[in-house]
Every structure is written in C-alpha cells, then in structure tokens.
C-alpha cells in the first residue's frame, strides 16, 4: 500500500503517470538546491527539461534561460516559466547567455540532454562558484572532456542524481501546479503498442508517447 498514491482531484490518468518523471526532477532539484534570485540555465527541452524548467520557477530561481534547437521546444520551454529559450545552433547564442547574467555565468547549470559535449557546455556557463546538475542520461561510454583547473579555479560543483528516492508523495501533490496537460501528448490504445515504442523511437510523435489501456 505505501507504493500507491491517490492522484489528486481532477488529475486524470494521462498526466498522473508523469508523477514518476516529475519525482526524478524533484530529486535532481533537491540536490542542485538553486538559491531563489539566482540565474539557473538548463540545457534541453525535453519533457524533462519542460518539468525542470517549471521545478525552477517555482523554487523562485531568475532569470530561467533554456537552450534547445528545438524550435517547438523552445516554445514550450517558454509556456512552462523560462524567461528566455535560446537556439544553441542560432549565430550570438553565446552572447545571448553572458548578456543574461552580465558575463558572469549561471549560479545554477542543469544538463538534461544527455550527453558529453551539453556536459561540457554546462560546465563552461557555471558561474565561479557554481553548481552543474547532470540529470541527462548519456550513453555509458560517452566522455566528457571537462578541465580539472575549471573546477578547482573557479569552485565549481558537479552533482549527479539518479531515479526518485522519496520524492514521489511531493509528486503526486505537485501535479496540479506543473500545467502538465500542456504537454504535447501522442496517446495509443494498448493494441498498438509497437506503434508506440516506434512514434518514440522515431521522435516524430510530439513531447510524450503514451500507451492507454482504456481507449
């Protein structure tokens, strides 16, 4: 029974699975712990990087700046609480940033991609003294090419985070706030469930597969 929470009142199935996702983004926000009034840039716009990206604005963290290529994405990133998205790919990204935070860099970095060189993105655009989340999955051999004396010169924190340890309660409470049903969902009855895992292979079927049982 304690692994069974009661979705709260007009939450349906399709945004109550998101509970799970959305408690690994508590996780990983607990352990960066952003200072509210301080620069927070995340990389990726992903329903990750969306869930992050509205986490963030409720700690209170400012400005929120979301890097994704993605122009949709970025429009996304927008709706959920960014202040500003930016193509990572578009000629004066890297002016863009240093003029978000005066050159200084970002108090808060989170990598939700999933790979080596956002790493080393993430990394670069930490302010001195600040803290890099990696929350993106990146393959197992992947490898990040970051400096030693980065870290060491300018103070920086480099934290990891894995699944939800006991944050799925605070979840399941949060669902109401996140305006997760702006997500841009591709539902499929269970009977075409290799249609799915194909959609999501492909990345052709908007933010979020999901399989639903009862349509």
């Known amino acids: 029974a304690y692994t069974a929470f009661r979705l709260p009142p007009g939450i349906g199935a399709e945004v109550g699975c998101l509970a799970e996702p959305v408690a690994c983004c508590l996780h990983?926000?607990?352990?960066?712990?952003?200072?509210?009034?301080?620069p927070l840039l995340i990389i990726g716009a992903g329903p990750a990087g969306l869930i992050l990206t509205r986490l963030a604005?409720?700690?209170?963290?400012?400005?929120?700046?979301?890097?994704?290529?993605?122009?949709?994405?970025?429009?996304?990133?927008?709706?959920?609480?960014?202040?500003?998205?930016?193509?990572?790919?578009?000629?004066?990204?890297?002016?863009?940033?240093?003029?978000?935070?005066?050159?200084?860099?970002?108090?808060?970095?989170?990598?939700?991609?999933?790979?080596?060189?956002?790493?080393?993105?993430?990394?670069?655009?930490?302010?001195?003294?600040?803290?890099?989340?990696?929350f993106g999955v990146a393959p197992m051999d992947a490898v990040a090419r970051v400096r030693p004396y980065e870290i060491f010169a300018r103070e920086l924190t480099l934290i990891g985070t894995v699944i939800n340890p006991y944050t799925h309660n605070r979840a399941v409470g949060l669902l109401p706030r996140l305006?997760?049903?702006?997500?841009?969902?591709?539902?499929?009855?269970?009977?075409?469930?290799?249609?799915?895992?194909?959609?999501q292979a492909s990345g052709d079927a908007g933010l979020k597969v999901e399989i639903h049982p009862h349509i």
């Open 28 to 38: 990983g926000m607990d352990r960066l712990a952003p200072t509210s009034g301080t």
């Open 179 to 199: 305006g997760l049903d702006r997500l841009d969902f591709a539902t499929y009855p269970l009977e075409d469930f290799q249609a799915a895992f194909d959609a």
């Open 57 to 134: 604005r409720l700690s209170g963290a400012a400005p929120i700046v979301v890097s994704e290529p993605n122009p949709e994405r970025r429009a996304a990133a927008l709706d959920f609480g960014a202040d500003l998205a930016l193509d990572p790919g578009a000629a004066g990204w890297g002016e863009a940033l240093e003029q978000v935070t005066d050159g200084q860099g970002f108090d808060s970095v989170i990598e939700a991609v999933g790979s080596a060189a956002t790493l080393e993105v993430a990394v670069e655009r930490a302010a001195r003294g600040g803290r890099v989340l990696v």
